[in-house]
Each structure stands twice: as C-alpha cells, then as structure tokens.
C-alpha cells in the first residue's frame, strides 16, 4: 500500500507493526499543514477545524470597526487590511500621527495602546478594537499644552514639525515608565522614533525639562516674549 504520495511507506523500527492511523496527524502531515498554513493563510479556517478549532475569517470586504480614541468613540466600516493608522487619518480626521515609511521603522505614527507606544502602520484597525487608543491629540491642545508638548515648544525641539508627533507621544510613554530618566536612557528610550531634521538635542532636553531634571524651561517662549516687546 503506497501513501498519498503513492511511494510505499517506509518502515522504522519505531513505527513498524503499529496502526498509522493510531498516530492521529504523522509528522509528515503535521509538517505539511504547518507548511501550507504559513503560506497560505486564507485557508487557515479549514485546516484549525482539523485542530479543533474554527476561527472566524473576516474580509476581504468591510467590515464594522469599533475603537476607542482619546476617550472617545468612533466607528466605521473597514476592510480588516486597514491599518489604525490610516484609520485615524482616513476615517475619523485624526491626523496627528503621520505616514513616513509605512513599515515600522520611524516612529512619526507613534500612538499609545493601553498606555503602551505603538507604530500605528503595523497594527490593523480590528487589532485595536478593545483597546485604548490615545493619539497626539488626545494629550493637550493649544490653550492646554501636555508638559511634554510644552517642553518641546521650549527647547525648540522640531523643525519642519513633521515628526513631532510621534516623538511627543513616544516621549509621554517613555516618561510615564521611567519618570526619572538619565540622559543615556532618554537616549535609548526616544530610539524608536527617527528625525531627518536632526532634533535629536532639544528632544532629548524636552523629555529631561518634561519631568523637571533638565532642559532648557521656557527658552523659546522667552524669546517669543523678547521678539514681542521688541515689535510692540
Ligand atoms: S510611518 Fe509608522 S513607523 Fe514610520
Ligand atoms: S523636525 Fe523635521 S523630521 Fe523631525
């Protein structure tokens, strides 16, 4: 009697004289549908019904997404592909967290989730469903700046501003889990997030001025206030 793959099977010593079918899914099958599984993953549901289990397979078309944004809720119709990102600038005019590389790699869509930073171009809008979403805009506004969004506007920490965003949000979550930080571990904790303009020293002052061990507190709005008297 030959297998599936009409060769005559071969026999073992470990094997041999027993039932196969005894054995449940032979090594060569389990390697098989581990194979198939990870390059094939739209047939996923038929081969976990084999293993019991049977998860729901949703798409290609829209489908109801449900989030949590800044204490808020929004809602829309979505295919599951969506990433949150483009969920927040696309569906719900959320646009402070930007799109740069799209591939998890500069940090200028840095969001929170739980209280956690996260690329938003590497999570899928349905991944977040349940979760706490908090964007830039979600810390303060400009009648009531968040201290760290001041302590950027002090220590001239952006220049052409478009990676500010998710260096204020990647900052807020480094601080909230190291409140006290050297400037070694600002250096290292800000690392995820990328800067073409070279903002790296006022950055690295705003976090330190954001919970009161350095920077440079109120240089910029001093020489706002300067140029102010000057031109009244
Ligand atoms: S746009 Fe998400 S990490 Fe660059
Ligand atoms: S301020 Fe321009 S990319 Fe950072």
Request: hydrophobic fraction near 35%; proline fraction near 6%.
């Amino acid at each position: 009697m030959g297998d599936e793959d009409g060769r005559r099977p071969r026999r073992t010593s470990r094997n041999s004289g027993r039932n196969p079918s005894s054995r449940g899914v032979s090594r060569r099958d389990f390697l098989k549908i581990g194979g198939i599984a990870a390059s094939v993953p739209l047939v996923g549901t038929k081969l976990a019904g084999a293993a019991g289990t049977d998860p729901a397979v949703l798409g290609p078309g829209k489908v109801p997404v449900a989030l949590t944004i800044n204490g808020r809720r929004y809602s829309a119709e979505l295919e599951p592909r969506v990433t949150l990102l483009d969920a927040l600038r696309n569906s719900f005019d959320l646009t402070g967290a930007k799109r740069v590389c799209d591939r998890g790699t500069c940090g200028a869509c840095t969001v929170l989730m739980d209280g956690k930073a996260v690329y938003s171009c590497s999570v899928l809008a349905i991944e977040a469903q349940r979760h706490q979403i908090t964007t830039v805009e979600g810390l303060g506004d400009p009648g009531k700046l968040h201290p760290v969004q001041k302590a950027f506007w002090d220590n001239d920490a952006q220049q052409c501003g478009f990676c500010t965003p998710g260096f204020v949000v990647a900052t807020k979550a480094f601080l909230d889990h190291t409140p006290n930080p050297t400037p070694e571990q600002v250096r290292k904790g800000l690392c995820g997030n990328l800067c073409r303009c070279g903002t790296y020293v006022g950055v690295r002052a705003a976090a330190l001025q954001a919970v009161g061990v350095g920077g440079s507190p109120g240089k910029r709005g001093a020489a706002a206030e300067e140029g102010g008297r000057r031109n009244g």
